[in-house]
């Protein structure tokens, strides 16, 4: 089992920025497959951003791409995901997930998730 810590939510204005932080522990190698989620208030979770194993390539959800990043310090086990030109419809529980898959965008491919941090963008 792997656990996964999200780090880095908070307030932030729009067109402001937040950079998050999931930290893996435990049986790492099992789950090299990491990816962001996100639950936007009364809605379904959605797909936000993964990134292979190596880093190489990365993909993003419609929604975000061109303003959020996502990397990874295999090394540290750790993903990231930097957060640019905030709206408030980013407002939403975000979630950290890890799986044997790398860089799958449906959420029944990951098996490990966080307790997720919030993310809140004011108008």
């Known amino acids: 089992q792997v656990r996964l810590v999200e780090s880095g939510g908070g307030l932030a204005h729009t067109g402001g920025s937040l950079r998050l932080s999931c930290a893996a522990s435990g049986r790492t190698f099992d789950a090299p497959g990491m990816a962001w989620f996100r639950q936007p208030p009364g809605k379904k979770q959605e797909f936000v951003a993964t990134?292979?194993?190596?880093?190489?390539?990365?993909y993003y959800a419609d929604s975000v791409k061109g303003r959020f990043s996502v990397s990874r310090d295999n090394a540290a086990n750790t993903i990231y995901l930097q957060m640019d030109r905030l709206k408030p419809e980013d407002t939403a529980l975000y979630l950290c997930?890890?799986?044997?898959?790398?860089?799958?965008?449906?959420?029944?491919?990951?098996?490990?998730w966080g307790q997720g941090t919030q993310v809140t963008v004011s108008s």
């Open positions: 997930a890890a799986g044997p898959l790398s860089a799958r965008r449906e959420s029944t491919d990951y098996n490990n």
């Open positions: 990134i292979t194993y190596g880093g190489s390539e990365s």
